[in-house]
């Protein structure tokens, strides 16, 4: 099903990812983690669909959604960084693998940070936080997207780690396997995992290495 939603307010959060919240259709429902097909309602867009992750809480009486603005090429992300309060997108159902299923660590590399955020909000909603730890690697510090909630949230427990900044304030190993071996105190522990592809499929295969179970490494598949 296709809804028609108009956009109620838009701000930034990085140099390149703005917030949009927009409508929310009456009855739709979607579980922390899960995304939506989405497509800008004009003539030569309506069709060209992308996956965006709500990151509000689904009891919220709108639609939240935290994107990065790819601005190298002519796609639906560069675009909606033109749009205005008003303006109208395309929203379809909820979808995705991604769930909270137990205590564990969050891995995010970039972008893939955003199935965590509401599941991160929902735990500390519920005072579930504690058990959790969250390794989040960037380019560069400003690349972080809600640093200042994330540790509000997590203390400790969020490690951020950049890769491209040689005098960053943060962490500055890749998560590898060495990472991983130091950082991690229990790989029966459960693992969510998301990010650009080539980085999933080698964490999660560094994870399977390292003991942890298959059936505990969530990733959207």
């Known amino acids: 099903m296709e809804h028609i939603v108009r956009i109620l307010d838009i701000h930034p959060v990085t140099h390149n990812v703005k917030q949009f919240i927009i409508e929310k259709p009456d009855g739709f429902t979607f579980s922390p983690g899960q995304a939506t097909e989405m497509s800008i309602n004009q003539d030569d867009w309506a069709d ?10 689904t ?3 709108f639609l939240q959604f935290t994107i990065k603005l790819y601005t190298d090429h002519e796609g639906v992300t560069n675009h909606l960084g033109e749009l205005q309060v008003c303006d109208e997108l395309i929203l379809r159902e ?9 205590p564990g660590y969050f891995i995010a590399g970039g972008a893939g ?8 909000r929902q735990l500390n909603r519920e005072g579930a936080l504690a058990d959790n730890k969250l390794f989040f690697s960037n380019k560069t510090d400003e690349d972080i997207i809600l640093a200042d909630e994330l540790k509000s949230m997590l203390g400790d427990n969020a490690l951020f780690t950049i890769t491209n900044q040689k ?5 500055q ?14 790989f029966s522990r459960h693992f969510y995992v998301c990010g650009p592809d080539a980085m999933v499929q080698e964490i999660t295969g560094i994870l399977t290495e390292l003991g942890a179970n298959t059936d505990a490494v969530v990733f959207e598949r």
């Open 48 to 57: 060209k669909q992308s996956p965006f992750t709500f990151t509000n809480f």
């Open 59 to 61: 009891d919220d009486h």
């Open 94 to 102: 909820p979808w995705g693998t991604i769930e909270y299923k137990g």
């Open 113 to 120: 940070i955003t199935p965590f955020i509401a599941i991160l």
């Open 167 to 171: 005098d960053s304030v943060h962490d």
């Open 173 to 186: 190993r890749r998560i590898d396997a060495e990472f991983l071996k130091a950082e991690v105190k229990d």
